[in-house]
């Protein structure tokens, strides 16, 4: 599946993170030096003029629209990953930028995207970064006036309830530690809506993957593994380096590891061999030493009896018995 499948990450952005992905921009900030490799400026969709930042772009953007002032968050981040297996041309490089805002405009009312960007100058060229605040009408109480808002939750959570729908709510049971069906006081199932962000996230992939196969016509494409829990799964490109070389230090241990074993294995083989070939000379020399003693009490004997027929009756070790055919010479050599 590697170098086949897409992605989209979201995540909001109030005033401070707005300037902070604008210095990163303009690489101003550390990271962004850090992660340039290569001097090429990058591709960027500016709808509201060139020279604008993305401060500006934004401002641009919201100008004569409401919002809720009760929360924080100014806009999202979408940053939509592309699978690695297409090739990197000036063309397709276009491409991607142009699809990316193209799908967030699709999924998100038509008129969401401030400003996008593709880097090139990064290891990874596959990834576009997409700025985005949906605008949609609103009518007022009394429906007479027609009202610009943006909204960054509306849109997500229409996707989400529209391909999950509602499901029976689960809760965590104290006692036991384990999730659970609700039923009400009459036994009926208690019903909750699919729009939390974790579906949000579940409908966007899979409409990634569809807008990729169908409208950019990349059938190849393959969806990646559903996220399981809420925890984030996407590192940051200093974190993945250090992820990356963190794999390689555990990869060389564990070769390391294997070769040392292997080299324990070839001593003991070794050290068992020399000791068969150790036991083998003993057992020779042993023997050698045997028949020598045997040749020269041979030859003692033969002189000790060579006036007569001589007689050897035994060899046993180093001691041989002997006797005269007449009885005259008898005795034991010693051999030496």
Not at 261 to 273: F, G, I, K, N, P
């Amino acid at each position: 599946m590697k170098g086949k499948s897409g992605s989209v990450r979201m995540k909001s952005l109030d005033a401070s993170g707005l300037a902070a992905m604008g210095r990163h921009e303009k690489r101003l900030d550390y990271a962004g030096s850090k992660r340039a490799i290569r001097d090429v400026p990058p591709l960027v969709y500016s709808p509201y003029g060139e020279g604008l930042d993305l401060e500006q772009s934004y401002a641009a953007h919201v100008e004569g629209t409401k919002r809720n002032k009760g929360g924080r968050a100014l806009a999202r981040h979408g940053f939509l990953q592309f699978p690695t297996d297409l090739p990197i041309t000036p063309e397709n490089e276009q491409q991607m930028l142009d699809e990316a805002v193209a799908f967030i405009n699709a999924t998100h009312g038509g008129r969401a995207v401030f400003r996008a960007r593709l880097d090139r100058d990064e290891a990874g060229r596959h990834g576009v970064d997409v700025f985005f605040a949906p605008k949609y009408e609103k009518k007022t109480r009394r429906g007479k006036l027609v009202e610009d808002w943006t909204s960054l939750s509306k849109f997500g959570k229409e996707l989400a309830l529209e391909r999950f729908g509602e499901r029976q709510k689960k809760e965590k049971r104290p006692e036991s530690g384990l999730f659970e069906l609700v039923f009400d006081t009459t036994g009926k199932p208690v019903m909750e809506r699919c729009d939390s962000p974790v579906f949000q996230g579940r409908a966007l992939q899979d409409l990634w993957t569809e807008h990729l196969r169908d409208r950019m016509g990349l059938e190849w494409v393959e969806r990646g593994k559903a996220k399981v829990g809420r925890d984030p799964d996407r590192l940051e490109p200093e974190e993945y380096k250090v992820a990356q070389e963190r794999g390689k230090l555990e990869s060389a241990k564990a070769d390391l590891v294997r070769e040392m074993e292997a080299r324990e294995a070839a001593l003991v083989a070794r050290e068992a061999a020399v000791s068969a070939e150790h036991a083998k000379a003993v057992k020779a020399h042993k023997d050698a030493a045997e028949i020598k003693a045997r040749n020269k009490a041979h030859r003692m004997a033969l002189h000790v009896g060579i006036d007569g027929f001589l007689t050897l009756e035994a060899i046993s070790g180093h001691f041989v018995e002997f006797s005269h055919p007449t009885g005259a010479r008898s005795g034991i050599l010693t051999i030496f």
